[in-house]
């Protein structure tokens, strides 16, 4: 079993930056991809990039630029980092890994993730 637990959210102006952290512990070995996901009340959780275990990283159009994951694997950390933010991030921000399958195709989607932290609230205003 693995848990997560995000932190690194809170209020920030347009143009601003943060950087998101997701700390793992529990069974870890066998994680296959690791990611970043964000929901808006009454929307579809959205992803925004992950990386898989070769370190091959993707990024979502919506924050393609603005945005740099990156993971420390001493600390077991996950770490996103966002720049000129919108009003339009606004959301809560969810670390995610995936322990089954092979299909690094659908990085992006919500079945290829197994376990889900509590989400750190992020407003732009």
């Known amino acids: 079993h693995v848990q997560l637990v995000e932190s690194g959210g809170g209020s920030v102006q347009a143009g601003g930056s943060l950087r998101l952290s997701c700390v793992r512990s529990?069974?870890?070995?066998?994680?296959?991809?690791m990611g970043w996901f964000r929901q808006d009340p009454g929307k579809e959780r959205e992803a925004l990039a992950a990386?898989?275990?070769?370190?091959?990283?993707e990024y979502a159009e919506s924050v393609k630029g603005r945005a740099t994951l990156y993971r420390d694997n001493a600390k077991k950390s996950l770490y996103l980092e966002m720049n000129s933010l919108k009003p339009e991030d606004t959301a809560m921000y969810y670390c995610?890994?995936?322990?089954?399958?092979?299909?690094?195709?659908?990085?992006?989607?919500?079945?290829?993730?197994?376990?889900w932290g509590q989400g750190t609230q992020v407003t732009v205003s």
């Open positions: 529990g069974d870890t070995h066998s994680v296959k991809r």
């Open positions: 995610a890994y995936g322990v089954y399958g092979d299909n690094w195709n659908r990085w992006y989607s919500v079945s290829s993730y197994n376990y």
């Open positions: 990386i898989n275990t070769a370190g091959d990283i």
